[in-house]
């Protein structure tokens, strides 16, 4: 179906991009709703249209082989190459330590690991942004790919187990719902958090992974029941943002923005398109560039343009020039290979 799926990835990647800036360098959270940050909304927009996507993927092959072999090669190889290249050379550049001591440090290569491997609950490198608003954070954008192979292992399991069951995915959203709504009502989640926080076991919370879930799974039950965009989802979109910008309830407000994120996004990424035209130019996607390398670029610009009294806005462009090479660069030379390497092996 003809769509605008990497126009919406790469503009949410770039949301992103601009709320973290502003957080870096002023440390002003953008909050277009209560309780909802700019950066939080974005990513529950890559949630949806990845839960769409990849239940596509699963329906076309449903082999767990196939399944599993895609998703990696779309992962981790940029991925490692961008954890690399910011222990090797990010670091080293902007360390205050001596640089002997900087690679003898166990505490590099730990945070290399982690992230490399999609962990990342560690997330400084010695001696790199001590002295930043936002001091020591290193790639603070990684964390919500952990939540991403969560779901992955969700669908995967829900698909392989129902057997062409269309509703498990419904019904796993609702569920996905409750566990949002029980880690917000009961203090189980946040305690845990609270005891776990900066250590290498905050893995998945609770409250996090039911936010992220119930997109990923509307997208998923939009693919399994081969839902048509229409003009309605225009509607319920603006109502999903009355409720998220007006609702005093935070079940409400949350359920706003629900319907926002998913009929909104999937009614965007059709409306006045021919769906049955195919897409005629070839395919470059660089939001997921942009999400991998923005953070650390970033907290470098802010670094830099404090000492030199640059503007915000002038660090924002010093920084988008950079991100947006860089994400061209691991699109054509690693993700796209890569992702051509899979599709061909099946």
Known sequence: MNNRFDTVRLAAALAVFGAHGVVLYQLTVLE???????????????????GYLVCQSWMR??????FWRKRMLRIFPGLLVAVTLTVCLLG?????????????????????????????????????????????AVNGSLWTIRYELAMYMLLACAAWLG??????????????????????????????????????????????????????FIG?????????????????????????????????????VWALLTCGTFYLAHVGLDAHLPTSRERVDLSYGVYIYAFPIQQAATQWC?????????????????VLGLAWLSWHVVEHPCIRWAQQRG
């Open 220 to 256: 998923s039950s939009f693919a399994a029941y081969r839902v048509r965009p229409g003009h309605w989802m225009g509607a319920v979109a603006v109502l999903g943002m009355t409720l998220a910008w007006g609702s005093e309830a935070t079940v409400l407000r949350q359920a706003g």
């Open 32 to 50: 277009p709703f209560r309780g909802h940050s700019l950066g939080a909304l974005a990513v529950g927009v890559f949630f949806f249209v990845s």
């Open 163 to 216: 057997r062409g069951v269309r509703w498990v995915f419904p019904a796993l959203a609702a569920a996905m719902a409750l566990l949002w709504l029980s880690a917000i009502t009961w203090p189980w989640d946040a305690a845990l958090q609270v005891q776990l926080q900066d250590s290498p076991w905050d893995v998945l919370r609770l409250r996090d992974a039911g936010a992220f879930g119930v997109p990923f």
């Open 61 to 66: 092959s449903p082999s767990w082989q196939v």
């Open 306 to 322: 404090l000492q030199q009294g640059w503007p915000l806005a002038g660090c924002l462009a010093l920084a988008l020039v950079a």
């Open 92 to 136: 080293p550049w902007w360390t205050t330590w001596p640089l002997h001591d900087y690679w003898r440090a166990p505490a590099t290569w730990w945070h290399w690991v982690n992230n490399a491997f999609a962990m990342a609950t560690l997330q400084t490198l010695p001696g790199v942004f001590e002295h930043n608003p936002f001091a020591r």
